[in-house]
């Protein structure tokens, strides 16, 4: 039995999609009820808990064997901080694991994760890789970049507020740069780690093959939305600050502190991470980001790369 915690993510619903198809038996760790059914249809067993409910967690680690932990966020909230999300949270799903018995725990924690307090985001993935390695259990701990994809937390935002602003804001005056890795690559990785027990007691970066900068993001999707807007320079601070005050009043802010962490701290690797740990290419942003962003679903080249996704646990 694999436990999957953050399956209500847009990485996490591929995966449960992948692991279903593979025929995996599947419990999903959720917080809210109002999820439930969608996944119940990927996942036959759901476990509604919060990271903060001990007993809960004691529940849901019955007759597991290894534990996939994705739950995280991008941003804080009165009723949650990164702190308490992943430092606080990962240490008691490690205590419920290990009285479990469970023999192997997948951690996902992300490109270049410090212990810097300048990086609230970053560092407190650190942190709950420190929880991790101390907890005394078989681990694997995978650390990607920027990840993109159906519903995720950066392009979708940007390509929102590049319809609807008048401008394309740009962070910093000295080019951020990142390494995006697509969704559907990071789910092969995670298959085949908890398939073939890969680079147990490691941390492995991942990343996709190349190297973009937040402005050159900004003007692929510009160019796939045809639009022209012209770019205004923030320095790092004000964008920060204003980062920081749009996640207080909207729903859908158009960038997230964790998002603008990993661009400040410039979350890149070695071009082929993913080749050398994993044995395949991942997809490069440059291709996917036009399918993303089409109003007019999936050709059928597109498809069938997804049919055949759900059914392999090797990336095409």
Same mark, same amino acid.
């Given at each position: 039995m694999i436990l999957v915690t953050g399956a209500e993510g847009f990485v996490g619903v591929q995966l449960l999609k992948r692991l279903s198809a593979l025929g995996f038996p599947v419990r999903t760790l959720i917080r809210s009820a109002t999820t439930g059914g969608r996944l119940r249809r990927m996942a036959g067993l759901l476990c509604r808990s919060a990271m903060t409910d001990t007993a809960s967690l004691k529940s849901a680690m019955q007759g597991v064997e290894q534990v996939i932990h994705l739950a995280g966020i991008f941003r804080e909230s009165w009723k949650e901080t990164f702190e308490t999300a992943h430092h606080e949270g990962t240490g008691r799903l490690m205590q419920a694991a290990r009285e479990a018995k469970v023999r192997h725990v997948v951690y996902v924690s992300t490109l270049g994760a410090v212990p810097d307090r300048i990086y609230p985001f970053v560092r407190s993935k650190w942190l709950g890789e420190e929880e991790v390695r101390n907890s005394g259990l078989s681990f694997t701990i995978l650390r990607p970049s920027l990840v993109f994809g159906e519903g995720d937390h950066f392009l979708t935002p940007l390509k929102r507020l590049l319809e609807?602003? @008048? #401008? =394309?804001?740009? @962070?910093?005056y000295e080019p951020l740069r990142c390494q995006p890795l697509w969704a559907g690559d990071l789910v092969s990785c995670l298959v085949k780690t908890v398939e073939g027990g890969v680079a147990k007691g490691e941390t492995i970066a991942l990343a996709g093959p190349e190297q973009v900068t937040f402005e050159g993001v900004v003007d692929l999707v510009q160019r796939e939305l045809r639009a022209g807007r012209p770019k205004v320079l923030l320095p790092l601070p004000l &964008? &920060?600050? =204003?980062? /920081? /005050? /749009?996640e207080r009043v909207m729903g859908s802010p158009p960038l997230m502190t964790g998002v603008l962490d990993l661009w400040r701290l410039g979350a890149v690797t070695s071009l082929d991470a993913v080749q050398k740990a994993y044995g395949f290419a991942p997809? @490069?942003? $440059?291709?996917?980001?036009? #399918?993303? /962003?089409? $109003?007019?679903?999936?050709? @059928?080249? !597109? !498809?069938?790369?997804?049919? !055949?996704m759900l059914t392999s646990n090797r990336s095409i």
């Open positions: 609807s602003s @008048p #401008y =394309a804001f740009i @962070p910093g &964008a &920060a600050t =204003a980062t /920081l /005050l /749009l997809m @490069p942003l $440059s291709e996917e980001v036009h #399918y993303l /962003l089409s $109003s007019h679903g999936s050709s @059928p080249k !597109r !498809r069938s790369r997804r049919e !055949r």
